[in-house]
């Protein structure tokens, strides 16, 4: 992603945290601290908010192009209003997109929303 | 959405969250800290070793009140919005494995403890936790430290025993005790984990 705003509520950044925060990425309300839990209702309706990838911990971490197309989805899950579900298939096979770590999506291709993320959006919208 | 027991889990902390509203609200539950991460995670730990892998230490130690804010610099990316990196101090009772000789330490917050809506770790009771140097990138130190995997790397106490904090960590110990614990060997030199570069 690059540093710009693509509209009065949404803005796309690139922030050098490493370790200082917990997240490779976070929606959050524009100007909030780092991990502040969202109000009622997401974050869409909340006025301006930020998606915010932590570039230097992707890569040290070594994040290809498509992991961070990853992470930067997973937030705008949240930016929509969905929560985390760390709900698992046998084997460990998240099942959505909206799973809260990165490397068991990774690990099993989950780049991109699935059926329980995109029903989550339905029900909310 | 959701099919497993995490999903009681989440459904207690949105009400939480709902009944305190988003400045958070105070209860009568247990000294500990309750810290909900809402952006993504890059590693699930699930063990002590796997923690001790990327930390300088283990320790004990006690929120003293006292914290500061850090403006996330411009040549990292902070723009005059950027939330800043809040800061908490604590006092270093004990150093389980690893090094540190520093009898305060400044730590940077593992996120908002939802009980309060105070930094996590400002007050209460004492904690042990797998520290290493905060940095913004490799070789880019920030100064202080952080805690290994946020809040996977916080034990509170509660008893004798030290309970995790990470509702999201599920495969992590439920309790450990600085005594009974077998805690694993540090390996890295803060100097090595600086230079290797953030986890």
Sequence with gaps: MTNTSSSPHYYALNEDRGNTVTWSGITRKRGTLQDAPPCAG???SSGQMDVVINWSLVNSLGYTASQKSMVAAHEMGHAFGLAHNGATLSGGVPVALMYPYDDARSTYGIYSPRADDKGGVNALY | MR???????????????LLGGCAG?????PDIPVIHIDGTRPVEYTSLKQLAGNASAIIVAKPTGEQFDQPLPAEQGGVPTSAPTIYVKLEVNRVLSGSLDATTIDLVSPGTDERTGEPA???????????????????????GYVVVGGPA??????????LRVDSESPKMPTSVTPDDTSWPQITMSE???LHRGPR
């Design chain 2, 153 to 162: 790397g916080v034990f509170a106490q509660s008893g004798k025993s030290f």
């Design chain 1, 42 to 44: 997401g974050y869409w």
């Design chain 2, 121 to 143: 770790l400002l007050n209460g009771g004492a904690v042990i936790l797998f520290v290493t140097p905060a940095m913004y990138a490799a070789d880019t130190p920030a100064g």
């Design chain 2, 191 to 193: 100097q090595a984990l």
């Design chain 2, 25 to 29: 609200g105070g209860n009568d539950a």
């Design chain 2, 3 to 17: 099919s497993t027991s995490r999903a009681a889990i989440a459904i207690a902390a949105t009400v939480t969250v």
